[in-house]
């Protein structure tokens, strides 16, 4: 039994269609004998009857027709679009999926649930730019029961559409919008990524391509002048979807839209965390970084379209990718995570066409990988940035080309990985020193540096973990993009002080003397200080050896990281010299800080002055034992030294069979270096001892004592340099 009620509003046709009808079968298809099937007949019947549709052009689609109350596109779109087009057909009318003509017609509606029954409102509407026009306006009713449950159920795939739908209607511009589409991300940036990010990426590019208002930018992306910004979050036992749409260039708000779902609508698998394992986080933001690099254009593309590699001569693709550029920010260290996240990069980059890697420092890479990882809550949060750098003799500079970043939930991750040892804090101080300085470095090449040896406090005497840190600074450098660490500075020196004199740079730094000895222009040099508060402080700096300062860093490490013993060492005591404008230095073949020499090793001493000057040489051995080796039998009277100059002792002039060799007792010594500007007497109670030199029954802080009166009375200028030095067996 079925009856037909009209009714007219103002303005349209409006016609009401109440359906009833004793089918019970279930089908999802539209059948012909369908209680649906009946229900579209009817409607299209009564619209034909208000507008002839014969040989009209109309569009439909699936896209047409949503959920009244909550303008989801649900199951049932799909199956109403297919039986109306089914009855539109057979009453002539020229069907498309999209829009034609200059003002096409468009069947579109909706449905709404009200109790046991579906209400459909069907409208035929002419399209204009300016408005539209209702032509008719058809209401119809079908049962539930003879309905496919399924057709009313929200499937996740068709969610884009929803959104699709609310952004044409909030959307109130003139021109058609081609959008590139990107992953959805959640709205609390420090939760990981879910894998439907992706998924609904792609639904919603499908859901553009079957808009009338919007395009998807598809594999052209630079042609889009819109972008898509879409998250999600959890509320409840509901997933809440939001999208914008952006202007591309002003970043203007055009339209937007909001849709809200329950959690068990969305697959189970779409829940899960999009990474899951490090290969995963490096793999996602690994091409992140190269598709941005190349739309930006900025890498040389010659390679697209080509099977082969470019030619990896050219430095322009080659990429420097080094086991110290990824750090931990939150421990300010570089840890066995950085590690693996360069071994990753390594083989990914590797194996991308538009590459070739390198890690070696010295093969004129001109791109540069670098990155931070942090643990941020519940997920490990990994950046990287791509850097062109650009070389000039005014400096080193980099520009980044491109950046990306993506998080993985604390769960996949290895608490191994975030163990921050002493080694992987001093790399990320010497990472921080090497960087800031590299701005300031007026070389298109590596620049060589000395590295001093880094002093307990600032005092000269030796420690164990001085040594440390320079095998640390020296591993470190080996490796530096910017600076090549001089490893055998001690036969440089050696070699380069074969005459007696030379003539260096005038510095009242000591710390540049063996740089400037080296024809070194830049040197390391440092400091430690242990603090009551169990930690130490790393101090350092990268000069240049005319007193510029081209960058300082400093960090704190934990005291217990650091074995006791390598920072146990007697100080010896000693008077200060006079203040004046005088300035002598002694140093040895090794350096002036933090000597130590092994039994039957040579050592060598080397002497200058920032004037002319006159010099004794006195050492404490370990008995505390004093003896005068300069002047001696091969230059038995103190020289004048020139201002600048540098002496060697033993020098050249001195027998083959004379050196300064380690023996006896073992243990800590000093040697004193006294200049003056005029000669300074013979000690008194001096007995002769070999080659000239003289045994002193005084000790060295009596010397400094006997010699500064003599001085003050005399009007003689008047400064000395000690030098601590373990001796061992």
């Known amino acids: 039994m079925r009856k037909i009620k009209f009714s007219v509003c103002v303005g349209l046709l409006f016609l009401s269609i109440v359906l009833s009808s004793c089918i019970t079968t279930q089908t999802h298809v539209a059948g012909k004998n369908s209680s649906l099937s009946a229900a579209s007949k009817q409607i299209v019947f009564n619209i034909n009857s208000l507008f002839d ?21 649900l199951p049932f779109s799909s199956v109403l679009a297919e039986a109306l087009a089914s009855e539109f057909s057979k009453s002539g009318a020229i069907l498309s999926v999209q829009d034609t003509g200059e003002k096409p017609l468009r069947a579109m509606g909706s449905y709404r649930v009200a109790g046991n029954d579906v209400w459909i409102t069907v409208r035929l509407r002419r399209m204009g730019e300016a408005a539209s026009t209702d032509l008719a306006v058809v209401e119809g009713r079908i049962s539930r029961k003879n309905m496919d449950p399924g057709w009313l159920e929200p499937e996740f795939e068709r969610i884009s559409r929803s959104l699709v739908r609310l952004l044409e209607l909030n959307y109130s511009g003139m021109m058609s919008l081609q959008i590139k589409t990107p992953p959805f991300q959640p709205v609390n940036p420090l939760q990981p990524e879910l894998a439907l990010g992706d998924e609904l990426a792609k639904y919603m590019k499908d859901a553009f391509a079957a808009s009338l208002v919007f395009r998807d930018a598809g594999d052209s992306p630079e042609q889009a002048n819109a972008v898509l910004k879409g998250d999600y979050s959890e509320m409840g036992h509901a997933m809440v979807f939001h999208v914008s749409i952006l202007d591309k260039n002003t970043g203007r708000h055009l339209a937007g839209a909001k849709i809200l779902t329950d959690l068990q609508s969305i697959p189970e698998q779409m829940l899960q965390p999009k990474i899951q394992s490090l290969d995963d986080l490096t793999q996602t933001v690994s091409q992140l970084i190269i598709e941005e690099a190349i739309n930006k254009k900025k890498i040389i593309n010659e390679a697209i379209g080509k099977n082969n590699r470019q030619d990896l001569t050219n430095p322009n693709n080659r990429v ?29 980059f590797g194996k991308n066409r538009f590459f070739s890697v390198t890690d070696d420092p010295s093969a004129h890479a001109d791109l540069i990988l670098s990155g931070q990882y942090v643990q941020d809550h519940e997920a490990m949060v990994l950046s990287l940035d791509l850097n062109r750098l650009e070389k000039s003799s005014y400096g080193c500079r980099k520009t980044i080309i491109a950046s990306a970043q993506a998080k993985m939930g604390l769960q996949f991750c290895r608490t191994t990985w975030f163990k921050a040892n002493l080694k992987g804090h001093i790399n990320f101080l010497m990472y921080r020193l090497e960087n800031e300085a590299m701005a300031k470095r007026p070389c298109r090449n590596r620049t060589d540096v000395v590295i001093n040896k880094f002093k307990l406090e600032n005092k000269q005497r030796y420690s164990l973990f001085s040594d440390y840190l320079n095998d640390c600074c020296l591993d470190y450098f080996a490796s530096s993009l910017y600076f090549s660490p001089v490893t055998h500075t001690q036969k440089i020196v050696t070699r380069s002080l074969t005459r007696r004199t030379r003539t260096i740079v005038a510095t009242k730094n000591p710390e540049a003397t063996i740089a400037s000895v080296a024809k070194v222009s830049h040197f390391i040099s440092g400091s430690f200080w242990p603090k009551d508060n169990g930690t130490i402080e790393i101090k350092t700096t990268l000069e240049n050896i005319d007193g510029k300062i081209l960058a300082a860093e400093q960090t704190i490490v934990k005291a217990a990281d650091i074995d006791s013993d390598w920072l146990n ?50 050492t404490s051995d370990a008995q505390q034992q004093v003896f005068r080796i300069y002047p001696n039998e091969f230059e038995k009277k103190s020289l004048l030294f020139r201002a600048g100059e540098v002496t060697a002792i033993p020098g050249a002039q001195y027998s083959d069979n004379f050196k300064f060799e380690i023996q006896g007792t073992t243990g800590n010594e000093q040697v004193v270096a006294f200049a003056s500007d005029r000669p300074l007497p013979d000690l008194p109670g001096s007995k002769d001892a070999v080659y000239g030199m003289k045994q002193i029954n005084l000790s060295i802080n009596e010397i400094a004592d006997w010699f500064t009166d003599y001085a003050r009375k005399r009007g003689i200028a008047l400064s000395w340099d000690l030098l601590p030095v373990l001796t061992q067996e």
Not at 63 to 73: A, M, Q, R, S, Y
């Open 53 to 73: 549709v014969t040989s009209s052009h109309i569009q439909i689609s699936a896209n047409n027709f949503w959920e009244k109350d909550t303008l989801l596109n």
């Open 320 to 348: 420097y990718i080094g086991r110290h550029n990824f750090h931990d920010t939150g421990l300010n260290a570089i840890t066995p995570l950085g590690l693996r996240i360069f071994e990753n990069l390594k083989s990914i």
């Open 569 to 618: 060492s007697p100080e010896p005591e000693i008077i200060l010299p006079p203040t004046a404008e005088l300035f002598v230095e002694l140093f040895t073949q090794k350096g002036r800080n933090n000597l130590s020499f092994g039994k039957g090793e040579e050592i060598i001493f080397f002497a200058k002055a920032n004037k002319p000057v006159y010099i004794k040489i006195f």
